[in-house]
T-cell receptor, first 112, second 114 residues
Framework: GDSVTQMEGPVTLSEEAFLTINCTYT??????LFWYVQYPGEGLQLLLK?????DKGSNKGFEATYRKETTSFHLEKGSVQVSDSAVYFC???????????FGDGTTLTVKP | ETGVTQTPRHLVMGMTNKKSLKCEQH?????MYWYKQSAKKPLELMFV???????ENNSVPSRFSPECPNSSHLFLHLHTLQPEDSALYLC?????????????FGPGTRLTVL
């Protein structure tokens, strides 16, 4: 079956540091890829997505590029803020199977 | 109200109680989902409804019983739960379950089973 593997957390950074959260996947066909974010006390919300190879999703200074050759969708941000502290989930949607698969989530804490 | 709402936000129940969780979406979506989020465990998909029909049941114990009376409402009926069922229960919706559309999540119901 499909799977999504995320970098294990927790990740702790200082404000303005560079962020990378690694995500790799296995799936049949050509899935769509997503990053969701969950702030404390809230549900998940979509951060960005990419639907085909070499697409770059971006939002709020975060970006991720769909790399088919390495089956990866790493999340990056050039300068994190305290308000970015949250849990980040990588996910895929397998169009053939009509199913979503989520990674385990990576907790990010940004300190001032 | 807009988006996906869930009630109650917090619930404490004994193992012999019967309670229900409610989810409502105001987005005109046709698919609705229940997820279980436990500490230090991956997000678990429980049930999927598409156009009011249940399309997925991920081997969920029968003490959890979903109900989808229409495309806007989703319930999760709970009875004779166990302490290990304590978790955050998230509801989500999307345009439909068969395409790569974004899922919109509610804030969740924090359930504690004593």
């Amino acid at each position: 079956g499909d799977s999504v593997t995320q970098m294990e957390g927790p990740v702790t950074l200082s404000e303005e540091a560079f962020l990378t959260i690694n995500c790799t996947y296995t799936a049949t066909g050509y899935p769509s890829l997503f990053w969701y974010v969950q702030y404390p006390g809230e549900g998940l919300q979509l951060l960005l997505k990419a639907t085909k190879a070499d697409d770059k999703g971006s939002n709020k200074g975060f970006e991720a590029t769909y790399r088919k050759e390495t089956t990866s969708f790493h999340l990056e941000k050039g300068s994190v803020q305290v308000s970015d502290s949250a849990v980040y989930f990588c996910a895929l949607f397998n169009t053939n199977a009509g199913k979503s698969t989520f990674g385990d989530g990576t907790t990010l804490t940004v300190k001032p | 109200e807009t988006g996906v709402t869930q009630t109650p936000r917090h619930l404490v129940m004994g193992m012999t109680n019967k309670k229900s969780l409610k989810c409502e979406q105001h987005l005109g979506h046709n698919a609705m989902y229940w997820y279980k989020q436990s500490a230090k465990k991956p997000l678990e998909l429980m049930f999927v409804y598409n156009f009011k029909e249940q399309t997925e049941n991920n081997s969920v114990p029968s003490r959890f019983s979903p109900e989808c009376p229409n495309s806007s409402h989703l319930f999760l009926h709970l009875h004779t739960l166990q302490p290990e069922d304590s978790a955050l229960y998230l509801c989500a919706s999307s345009q439909d379950s068969g395409s790569a559309n974004e899922q919109f999540f509610g804030p969740g119901t924090r359930l504690t089973v004593l």
